[in-house]
């Protein structure tokens, strides 16, 4: 086959393995996502464009397609109730699919997500009017491209661990997300961890962890 | 002033703010010092060589030295009991002052450490005998120089979020911990998320952030 | 003409020369591999896209497609019994164009390939499920994109040399297989030797080679 | 002769030329700081260690030397009453020498300094109660290590240009400064501009150019 | 709602935000221009495509468009008289796309430019040439791909700042504008500040700060 | 302790485990190197300095110290007679410590090593001359520093696998041997694979592997 | 206008300039191309596609294209007799257009040239086979992708500067051309200095100049 | 032996081998420098400390010390008149040791050398002054570190081969020479090619096989 599913995750890791959709054909997605969804939980694919939701919706039709998030999901559990609470913070307009695919992933795990886009540091006083938001959360994702300053300054906001997602956004120097990474490795706020640069799913499951765990 | 302490942060994060000793002359961490232990909680110092210990101990006689951790510090706070569990684990001998660097931050942050030595993942028999250890922590810390892979197996074992600390151990193609951050951030394990090289204490403070969030 | 062949390769090394098709035409890849078709032996083109398999079989129809591995091969020899024996492993479904070309480089060469795919190493059970098919491998060639920890850990279960394959599956700080490379090259398994990024074709020879001399 | 003195660059820039004493040993810097006072301007190094200074001042003896700045200065003009202020800032302690060799540099150019230290971006209030010294600058300063995000935070406030100097402090991926570097290159302040790392010199001579233009 | 429009910041700076319309649909981009331009000022939309243009002209007819700048602009406010005047110089023909999106965001910011092409290093004559036209700028915009030399000798010229703008042209070791960049920021003219690759934009508006502080 | 002796290695892999000593203090060399000896096998340690060694002696006496090679080595076990040969190639007169870690190694190893120095492809006629050293090897382990052409030149030449070792000679765009290394890595030669920059040790593991295979 | 031509440049250095086609619109190239035929010299432009040839020749109906070169050239002098001599060297097969850009280039210079091809170092005797053609050269010009070997070893066989162009030939780590620029620039033959990746032209250009000089 | 000197070199090169005494200790390069002179031609070995010449000078005593070049020398031929003349011309003081070892390298094999030093590009009237100097030489090598915008311009000044020699002075994204090579690598100025960082050596050596071919 072309794949060995990882049954074992969700119950080695308390949430289940999640499929990649790039560099996997249509058919091949909607075949482990039928093998998955027979398994009776959850299941998600990302990085899923619209041939792979079409191929996903032809087997399994009550499959929803998150545009923005790139993102095909299909509900089977029921949602705990209560189950936690992140926000997820974006510093510009461009960073929203990054951001998407973070609230989206984190919503299947079954958190409740609040959302804050457009609060770049330049203009201080968009974030700064968030407080109450930003308070209520058990973590903060934040996403942001170009110098990737955000998360220093939620850092410095928040009670609560930071997942810092450089996003890459941006040209020239930015290098295709590289300052923006760069400056959360660095970041002068010690509660801030990062993930690759793009990977708002890894962001909306290290943060499920932290809220389960 | 030398220096504007942030007396706020412990407020806005229930964590203190710690002197990073690194590029400042003994004399300056230890007036800094002096003046935290002043506002009564606990005091910590990284980076710290054994002549800015000296600077401090003329001050603070009871202030205490890590050597291999190399943290002065002072503890004047009761340990909250039962304030959450973690496990710092290390892939190989060399990887041990930044784990220690973790551990103790760690404890003075009021957490109960596991400490796992020694697990590379060419021995993975080693690793695999730790699992109760592993269990039982509400977070990992892993540190590992060369390719970096202790984080991602370590993190297909565990159901909590592991921080994983790249540090610059080896020499050639290694850069200076730059092939183990970057394995880091390509993790395939999606629980994991990483901190500066050898930022051992950033670590602990994220894990902290986690068990109490 | 376009090319001096080196026909008396197979006499040094006692393998034979092949084609490296990209940027070249379909027409010059056909001229070349009539050529070499005319001296006997058998004869292969790696990174050989369509429309170079219809140039080729326009004039040589016997020559056949390996599509996944991209090769058009053309067996004229007869396979040496008992040639010897390699594994080639890689770590996700996504790696598998790389796999190909290595194994179906080894066959041509004249070895038994086991193909053990999707065994990374964020779930163990998987890898460790193989012990059979490894231990009897005079040599493994092992593909990994994103972090590239499997030759380490696959390094450490055998005794017999690992040929390390990047591959330039993963995003972001992956850096189109940079990430994996580095981590393949400070594997701490003392067994593990590396080729380039995407290099199924290198593994393969270098693994004749080992099995032969 | 050891150096060709740009006298004329006085004339046509409207600043004298300075002397880059790395480099170079103590006596070359004593004599081309001979030369150049012989013109009756003042004069100054940057990059002066304790020995250039000793071999300057045997010279000429009214030279004094700026330790933490690194700067060996003598003074022959009367300054310019009115000639405009600036602002120096910077984001830790441990970015005093630099943003000191900016703040003397400029200071010996005519103007007059504000200087604002330790105001990191983990910390927002501590710049946000300096804002009526950040509103009478022309011109800002603004140096930073580590993530190098406090220029595009001063970027928001002020209606002046920001100089942004990314400082070498930090360790790991903060790579000698090109974190900070990166940082501010792709600020999304627009008013910031960026010289070399660790220039505190050149940021101070923009300024002046600024303030004159 | 897509965005949060900074509307304080042409009080806070003194000049209006900016739309980067690179990253945003067509449809984006005029929603954020109508609502802008609601505000009374002048409006520019830098970045952007013939298809921008389209989606604003249909509901702001008045609007044009800049076609080698890229830049969709309105002018509803009277230009003050006087407001100062910069040079807008480039290496070579194919800087002119960079050098026109700093002319024309400048001209938009109130400043009269002075425009001066295909005046680089290795024909000195035709830059010398025009030392009037560099000598009345109050600030120089100095556009520069492969080496990126001009701002160094330009700023040996000049009684002014320079903002050096590296540009993405050339092939090879110009790593799309890193040689170009890094020459710049290490200019031996120490009145050179610059601004990330291809940013004819942030170049015009620290010009405009300078010019107005 | 301070490790966790991998035993099960000789077992598993067919070789004993090596100790790094670069990053280990003389007193931990020791300690490990007695717990190793005491398993009746050959020890070596590599990366050793004398310090290293005059802690071994003291506690091994008949330990020896490969001076150029920086090794401490044990011998217990009777060499296998017969147990193959390779060859040991460098390039210049610089790259002979690599060289020697290689061969003493392999040595340690059972294998019987031909030396072959200073055959640098700038002056082909000394390479070409050692055409049946060459010949008669089963592997070829070849160091070079500064281009690292050696390795594709050797590898046209036999019909054995190459194991190429990039040597941190050279200076400026030579990067502590990466260029070597990336030269390598693209090596023209099918049966050439990549160890670390400077690893003799691994080079000379992966030959022994290679010979017993 | 769009260009200041350099009419100035075959003065004072004895060649003419050339039209670099790349990033111009095929008006632009043929604008170019008719000004400076009208100077009444040869002229060419490089790196230009069948459109700008397609513009030109609407314009100048003898110029003609020299389509694996990518050169439009149009002669109107006599070339000198007996100007001089160089070599054309390439690798592979792959390295032909960049080859042909310089040997067409130096031909356009007035030089004789003798192309060598495909004689990678994998195969040493295909370059040993052709001593007498590189015996006569004045200037060699090499040119190779991948490891970049074959300058130093045509380096170590000829009395005559060598030029040498690293190719963008190569995947994974060869970096578009970096490994082969890193191997020439540490080549251990003396003899050789380095152009820009793929710059056949510019090697040309200084063969030219060495063969008049 | 420790090395296999290439006698063959002076022959088939026409110049002889220099000895490269960087990594090695006194006594090998005494020992190397009395094997080449008992061949009775000039001797030089570069990159030699003070250390070097003294064991030297105690087996060869007429042979001389160059200190700022840090070459050993040793003369036993008599210079042909008229050999050729070559300008060595450098930007700023700290380039000079790297000039000195290309002037006095130049001198051994024969050439007549101009010397032209600190005429950096931001004070253009002090090269154009030296057009005389410049005009004279068959080839121009042109040291310079920081932006290595120099030889663009010497090369749009003169009708010969420019060599540049990027130079490890400067400091932050100087990065030890790499801004300056990578500026001279993407010269405006076709006549320009380039050698290693601080390759002094190489530089004069290739203007030696010019001036002679
Ligand atoms: N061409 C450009 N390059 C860099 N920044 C720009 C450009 N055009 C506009 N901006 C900035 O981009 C910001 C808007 O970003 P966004 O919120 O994503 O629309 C504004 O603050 C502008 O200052
Ligand atoms: N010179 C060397 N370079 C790289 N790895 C080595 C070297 N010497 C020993 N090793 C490996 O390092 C491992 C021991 O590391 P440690 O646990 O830190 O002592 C062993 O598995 C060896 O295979
Ligand atoms: N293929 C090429 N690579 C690099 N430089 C070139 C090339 N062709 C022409 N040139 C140079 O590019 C300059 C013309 O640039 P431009 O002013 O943009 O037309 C001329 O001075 C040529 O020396
Ligand atoms: N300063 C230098 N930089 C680069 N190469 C040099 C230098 N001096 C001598 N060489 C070369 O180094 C080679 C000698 O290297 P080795 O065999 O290690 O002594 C000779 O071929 C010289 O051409
Ligand atoms: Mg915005
Ligand atoms: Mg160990
Ligand atoms: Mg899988
Ligand atoms: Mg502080
Ligand atoms: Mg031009
Ligand atoms: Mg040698
Ligand atoms: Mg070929
Ligand atoms: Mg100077």
Same mark, same amino acid.
Do not use: W
């Given at each position: ?41 959850? @299941? ?68 409740? @997500?609040?959302? @804050? ?5 330049a203009g201080l006083h968009r ?87």
């Amino acid at each position: 086959g072309i794949a060995k599913i990882d049954h074992h995750r969700s119950l080695r890791l308390g949430l289940p393995e999640v499929i990649y959709a790039a560099g996997k054909t249509p058919e091949q997605v909607a075949e482990i996502f039928v093998r998955m969804a027979a398994a009776g939980g959850d @299941v998600i694919a990302t990085r899923a464009g619209a041939d792979a939701f079409a191929a996903v919706r032809a087997r399994v039709p009550v499959a929803v397609y998150h545009e923005q998030a790139r993102i095909v999901g299909l509900r089977q559990s029921r949602p705990a109730e209560d189950a936690g609470r992140i926000a997820v913070v974006c510093a510009g307009t461009s960073d929203l699919p990054v951001a998407e695919e973070a609230a989206v992933t984190a919503e299947y795990l079954g958190l409740t @997500v609040d959302r @804050v886009h457009d609060v770049g540091v330049a203009g201080l006083h968009r974030l700064l009017a968030q407080g109450e938001v930003l308070g209520r959360a058990q973590a903060v994702v934040v996403c942001a491209g170009m110098e990737g300053a955000l998360p220093s300054v939620v850092g410095g906001l928040v009670a609560a661990p930071v997942i810092a997602v450089p996003t890459s956004v941006g040209y020239g120097a930015a290098f295709g997300g590289v300052a923006a990474l760069l400056g959360m490795l660095n970041s002068c706020s010690p509660n801030v961890a990062v993930v690759n640069i793009d990977n708002g799913f890894g962001a909306a499951y290290v943060a499920a962890m932290i809220v389960r765990s």
